[in-house]
């Protein structure tokens, strides 16, 4: 189902999917997942724009307990006190999830390079000021750079931003440079299928003859348009993996497919 939010263009998905897609991002801000099960089947743009990085974040994240059910791997939430860094953090939804697993006493930065993007993750945040939750650092940065001290952060996470970025294998670096010993990355996003599978056949059904249709009827086809190529060029999961071992992670590393393989969770232990 396609809907119109806001002059954006944002997936909802309904009946069994809606669940899990629901949970992805909460899923994702368990940065501190138990590695159980096996391994996985088998994936900024210094320019990102703030239109995608909203279509990125919007997302429901009601009712994650159930909608985390059958998920390839259990998870413990960070804990209270400690610090973590959600990079292209776009609207700051996951920036926001952490800021509630902290706790007031920790610490959390949202990093993002639009600076425009970023005010509007400002605002957003800005009713849940006086609670129980981590007030969260808003950072323009470059995620290729990130400017942080070496093994400053307990949890790094990256939702729909590393698909993005020029070069995803500094990056990744960087992300284990700022990780403390033992700390684990976690970065979703849209999963590179297999050519001939359900999920690729899927995917790019939706995208060709609803998503960038219905876009260029509004008049921002190109904001869209650009999704499809952006995935079928992202590594599939076991390159994923390679590169989060060859760019500094040491314990454990692990591609999870979620959603019936339309998304995909990169999970690195540093």
């Known amino acids: ?5 806001e002059n954006r263009l944002v997936w909802v998905i309904v009946g069994s999917v809606h669940g899990l897609w629901c949970a992805l991002v909460s899923f994702l801000a368990d940065a501190f997942l138990a590695h159980t099960g096996s391994r996985g089947k088998c994936k900024p743009s210094s320019t990102i724009s703030p239109t995608t990085t909203t279509y990125s974040t919007t997302r429901s994240r009601s009712d994650s307990t159930e909608a985390g059910r059958g998920l390839p791997c259990s998870g413990h939430a960070p804990k209270k006190g400690q610090r973590a860094l959600d990079a292209c953090t776009g609207t700051g939804d996951i920036a926001a999830l952490l800021a509630t ?32 939750a981590a007030q969260v650092e808003w950072v323009q940065g470059d995620a290729m750079a990130l400017p942080f001290d070496d093994a400053s952060f307990d949890a790094v996470t990256c939702g729909y931003g590393l698909r993005n970025v020029v070069d995803r294998e500094k990056a990744l670096a960087e992300f284990a440079r700022v990780l403390r010993p033992g700390a684990r990355l976690a ?9 001939a599978s359900a999920a690729n056949a899927t995917q790019t059904w939706a995208l ?19 999704l499809l190529p952006s995935i079928e060029s992202y590594p599939r999961g076991a390159e994923l993996e390679r590169m989060a071992v060859t760019s500094g992670f040491t314990g454990d590393v692990r591609y999870y497919e979620l959603a019936f393989g339309l998304m995909g969770c990169l999970v690195a232990e540093r």
């Open 1 to 5: 189902l396609v809907v119109l939010a």
């Open 101 to 132: 697993a902290v706790g007031a006493e920790g610490h959390v930065v949202g990093l993002d390079f639009a600076p425009e993007i970023l005010d509007v993750a400002r605002r957003r945040a800005a009713p849940r000021a006086g609670t129980t």
């Open 187 to 195: 970065v979703l996003d849209f999963n590179h299928a297999a050519d």
């Open 208 to 226: 060709e003859n609803v998503v960038v249709p219905v876009a260029r009827s509004r008049g921002f086809e190109d904001e869209y348009a650009y």
